[in-house]
């Protein structure tokens, strides 16, 4: 098993920042994205930003392109997601996401709210 531990979030203004971290712990060998999904309320669930482990390409969502950055943190298995110039519509459920192709399953965290309030 995988175990996603989150952290960041908050409320902020619009056009404020926040950063969000996820590290995952556990069966890491064969993870192959490691990212972040987003939720808002009556809406699906959608990719925000990935990393492609091995090759360190990059996924990002056309509504976060040129706001969002993603990023493997120094420590091992941490990934970061910069969100700068923060909208109303940006607010959501962020879920850490990883793929591990070993076992054949893609893992969650639990969820971080990121309120922006306009």
């Known amino acids: 098993q995988v175990q996603l531990e989150e952290s960041g979030g908050g409320l902020v203004q619009a056009g404020g920042s926040l950063r969000l971290s996820c590290t995952a712990s556990?069966?890491?060998?064969?993870?192959?994205?490691m990212g972040w999904f987003r939720q808002a309320p009556g809406s699906e669930r959608e990719l925000v930003a990935r990393i492609y482990w091995s090759s360190g390409s990059i996924d990002v969502a056309d509504s976060v392109k040129g706001r969002f950055a993603i990023s493997r943190g120094t420590a091992e298995n941490t990934v970061f997601l910069q969100m700068n110039s923060l909208k109303p519509e940006d607010t959501a459920v962020y879920y850490c996401?990883?793929?591990?192709w070993g076992l054949g399953r893609e893992f969650w965290g639990q969820g971080t709210q990121v309120t922006v309030s306009s």
């Open positions: 556990g069966r890491t060998s064969s993870m192959h994205t």
């Open positions: 996401n990883v793929y591990n």
